[in-house]
């Protein structure tokens, strides 16, 4: 049984395409603003390795560097879910993939 559609199998237009393509689009990544941070991450090269500890002194004593946060800043966090989330982002006492962020630090 063969159905017409109008959509279905159509070719979209894409008005932003060429923009895209060519490198013209601008992304959010692309913007910044005075005063903005820029964030540097570390990552865990081991899954499921045990944190026994974190150092953020070299890292702040950069020059530039405002702030280092790591998972025990967010030990607090009562909702599950968003504890669940945490755990998956930021590691807290053990690396969950060799992914999890154990540290990050925002500098200018």
């Known amino acids: 049984m063969k159905q017409d559609f109008k959509i279905l199998g159509t070719r979209p237009m894409r008005p932003d395409g060429l923009d895209k393509v060519t490198g013209k689009a ?24 045990e944190i026994v ?8 004593a950069h020059p530039g ?5 790591t998972g025990d800043d967010f030990s607090d966090v009562k909702s599950r879910w968003t504890r669940y989330t945490m755990q998956n982002c930021m590691a ?17």
């Not at 560097?65 to 946060?69: L, P, Q, T």
């Open 53 to 60: 500890s974190i150092n953020t002194g070299k890292a702040l």
């Open 26 to 49: 601008q992304f959010g990544a692309d913007k910044s603003a005075t005063g903005m941070l820029h964030a540097r991450i570390l990552r865990s090269p081991h899954a499921h390795a």
């Open 92 to 108: 807290q006492g053990r690396a969950l993939y060799d992914w999890p962020c154990g540290g990050c630090g925002g500098c200018d």
């Open 65 to 69: 560097v405002k702030a280092v946060i």
